[in-house]
Antibody, heavy 118, light 108 residues
Framework: EVQLVESGGGLVQPGGSLRLSCVAS????????MSWVRQTPGKGLEWVAN????????YYVDSVRGRFTISRDNAKNTLFLQMNSLRVEDGGKYYC???????????WGQGTPVTVSS | ETVLTQSPATLSLSPGERATLSCRAS??????LAWYQQKPGQAPRLLIY???NRAIDIPDRFSGSGSGTDFTLTISSLEPEDFAVYYC??????????FGGGTKVEIK
């Protein structure tokens, strides 16, 4: 059974940082493109970032480029999202998801909530 | 950025009725369009990929059609568990990958 389990969300002040994690099981993580997708009150579902199987390619939505970094540890079947310089509008639920094609997503985690507020 | 516009915003139907949901793209996405279902408190679930291919374990009452800029998700006979929000998403023109705003299918 495929499982994606996110963690690391929480309450942070504007300008602060958070690091999200997603532990994968039930499939060959090292052979899968992975993504972060968020759901916010303001913009609904929004793609955030993609990372290639071996971590050699990364792609970001413009609004987070330069502030967020996607990475992975294939030895630990774990995906990360380092979020810096957080803004109020970054608040929402963050999902990790597997991309069997470039790009839609067949398996999603349960999401981890991020709140950016002073 | 390719904008996806879904209509209607809300669809009020009874169990057993047919649901027809629309997704229109601001530019051609070929057949690179997916549909997702989302229930309250749950993650989105992939229903259809590449316009007309059902994902694993999706019942055949769900079907997708279209190409270019106009796409349709049809639920042939609504079951109680089908009342949810549905989103389309394109993977043709990226970055960014984009989603539509959603159609809520509610019980009439």
């Amino acid at each position: 059974e495929v499982q994606l389990v996110e963690s690391g969300g929480g309450l942070v002040q504007p300008g602060g940082s958070l690091r999200l994690s997603c532990v994968a099981s039930g499939f060959t993580f090292s052979r899968s493109w992975m993504s972060w997708v968020r759901q916010t009150p303001g913009k609904g579902l929004e793609w955030v970032a993609n990372i290639k199987e071996d971590g050699s390619e990364e792609y970001y939505v413009d609004s987070v480029r330069g502030r967020f970094t996607i990475s992975r540890d294939n030895a630990k079947n774990t995906l990360f999202l380092q979020m810096n310089s957080l803004r109020v509008e970054d608040g929402g639920k963050y999902y990790c998801a597997r991309a069997p094609r470039l790009f839609d997503w067949d398996y999603w985690g349960q999401g981890t909530p991020v709140t950016v507020s002073s | 950025e390719t904008v996806l516009t879904q209509s209607p915003a809300t669809l009020s139907l009874s169990p057993g009725e047919r649901a027809t949901l629309s997704c229109r793209a601001s530019e051609s996405v070929g057949s690179y369009l997916a549909w997702y279902q989302q229930k309250p408190g749950q993650a989105p679930r992939l229903l259809i990929y590449d316009a007309s291919n059902r994902a694993i374990d999706i019942p055949d009452r769900f079907s997708g059609s279209g190409s270019g800029t106009d796409f349709t998700l049809t639920i042939s006979s609504l079951e109680p568990e089908d009342f949810a929000v549905y989103y389309c998403q394109q993977r043709s023109n990226w970055p960014p990958l984009t989603f539509g705003g959603g159609t809520k299918v509610e019980i009439k």
